[in-house]
């Protein structure tokens, strides 16, 4: 079993959709989880970055984090064209210093 | 905040050339820097973990006289992939962390050797 496990996709889904991305994780040592975006040929932007559960909401973008599942979440509100990119989630038990483990990644499109 | 700029953003040189890759946190100090390489259409695989003034901690099967890691300041960290040859094509990616702060990531070098 993969420490991080990623539905690679891909999926496509109209303008204006509520979009939801999830990761599987193992390792009940991870406290700290990210959600990067990665446009084609770009290095990956961070979007949500949650330390331990619960909720974070950032624009239209909300992340939440459910530790006893071992089960992390990103919606997409209104989801708009320029949300066509690849999602990673990646964690680590340590923070930024440590290193992270990336799940393998989903391609999103929103068509308009 | 948390910007990281790589350069160059596209290189394409000769097989047996050497090439070096800068990468620069532009607006804070960065404690430890990342080396990543990535394939089409996978995710990241991470090449080596730098610390300002150490030497670099490489990744099982990396090889660390291949891939020179040099991170000489809290602000500059580079990668020469020495003696090139055309397996070395990718796509490399750095990332930069101040103390527990989650990483930001360069926008990317594509290597290309003839």
């Known amino acids: 079993q993969k420490e991080v496990e990623q539905d690679p996709g891909p999926l496509s889904v109209p303008e204006g959709a509520i979009v939801s991305l999830n990761c599987t994780y193992s390792n009940s040592a991870f406290q700290y989880f990210m959600w990067y975006r990665q446009y084609s040929r770009k290095g990956p932007e961070l979007l949500m970055y949650?330390?331990?559960?619960g909720n974070k909401e950032d624009g239209r973008f909300t992340a939440q984090v459910d530790k006893s599942s071992k089960y992390i979440s990103l919606f997409i509100r209104d989801s708009q064209p320029s949300d066509s990119a690849t999602y990673l989630c990646a964690m680590s038990t340590q923070g930024g210093s440590e290193k992270l483990v990336f799940g393998k990644g989903m391609k999103l499109t929103v068509n308009p | 905040g948390a910007v990281v700029s790589q350069h160059p953003s596209w290189v394409i040189c000769k097989s047996g050339t050497s090439v070096k890759i800068e990468c620069r946190s532009l607006?804070?100090?960065?404690?430890?820097m990342f080396w990543y390489r990535q394939f089409p259409k996978q995710s990241l695989m991470l090449m080596a973990t730098s610390n300002e003034g150490s030497k670099a901690t490489y990744e099982q099967g990396v090889e660390k006289d291949k891939f020179l890691i040099n991170h000489a300041s809290l602000t500059l960290s580079t990668l020469t992939v020495t003696s090139a040859h055309p397996e070395d094509s990718s796509f490399y990616i750095c990332?930069?962390?101040?103390?527990?702060?989650?990483?930001?990531f360069g926008d990317g070098t594509r290597l290309s050797i003839l």
């Open positions: 949650t330390y331990s559960s």
């Open positions: 990332s930069a962390s101040q103390s527990n702060q989650p990483q930001h």
């Open positions: 607006d804070f100090q960065a404690t430890t």
